[in-house]
């Protein structure tokens, strides 16, 4: 891709645009079109996108011109776009310009986002279809401890949005061989304090890949905390890693 810029229109950076199988949450095995933005103030140790992090990188694009780009890509009987990165709610107002663009086209949309900024995402929230609540345990390293409260505010805020709002809303915790089990039920206790088993489509645990890979029986620990209260909680790992998809 080349640089493109027009002046006074909203701009993004943008890593890549391609389709392929979605590999994570409730929704895998989908052929699904990644939009995957650049730039994140994160850094999460089992990053695997770690060229789309710098705030720096990616190619900066008009918004009309991705949508062309998106136009021009799109693929047969696509099931959803993944408005992915870097961290999309960085560039919400990109975002939210691109979201509205291709619900016209009918297809459904889908944010992949850390959902670190609640009001940002109060403001996309309206355009999306799929809500990926992702909440992150304090080995993820992805704060420092004394930001990790305000973190985990804002995720569960947004879970709290998303349900109010009737989206199609899942769980999704990454999990290591070193995650804590009480902070994991911690957490299981507050995302039920705010969501009705009925409101979420899912709770994904997604095992690390190739860092700090929990064991067998460190997976059931947390597969046993989550089902005595909701039983589609499922141990999905990363499925575009097993089949060498992008």
């Known amino acids: 891709m080349q640089q ?9 950076k943008l890593s890549e645009i ?8 409730i929704l895998f095995g989908t052929k699904t079109m990644f939009v995957r933005l650049a730039g994140c103030p994160f850094k999460c140790h089992w ?10 990188s990616g190619i900066d694009y008009c918004v009309e011109e991705v949508k062309e780009i998106i136009s021009k890509s799109l693929q047969p009987n696509t099931y959803k776009i993944n408005f992915t990165g870097g961290e999309p709610l960085v560039q919400y107002e990109a975002v939210l310009e691109l979201a509205k663009f291709v619900r016209q086209k009918g297809l459904r949309i889908y944010l992949e986002s850390s959902c670190y900024d609640a009001v940002r995402f109060s403001k996309v929230l309206p355009y999306i ?21 305000n973190l985990l505010k804002n995720e569960l805020e ?3 949005q998303a349900v109010s709002s009737c989206k199609t809303t ?15 039920k911690d957490i299981v206790r507050e995302v039920f304090r705010i969501a ?22 460190v997976l059931f620990g947390f597969y046993d905390a989550v089902y005595p209260v909701y039983d589609q909680v499922r141990i ?6 097993i089949i060498g998809a992008r």
């Open 4 to 12: 493109k810029t027009t002046p006074g229109t909203i701009t993004t």
């Open 18 to 25: 391609f389709t392929s199988i979605e590999g994570e949450g």
């Open 47 to 56: 990053c695997d996108t770690p060229y789309a992090l710098p705030m720096d």
């Open 129 to 149: 279809d799929i809500c990926k609540v992702e909440l992150k345990l304090r080995d993820s390293k992805i704060v420092n401890e004394k930001q990790y409260c």
């Open 158 to 160: 947004c879970l709290r």
């Open 170 to 184: 899942y769980i999704k915790v990454v999990v290591t061989n070193s995650s804590n089990p009480k902070e994991f």
């Open 196 to 217: 009705k088993p009925s409101e979420l489509a899912g709770f994904i645990i997604q095992p690390s890949y190739r860092v700090d890979e929990p064991t067998l029986d």
């Open 236 to 241: 999905v790992p990363q499925l575009h890693k």
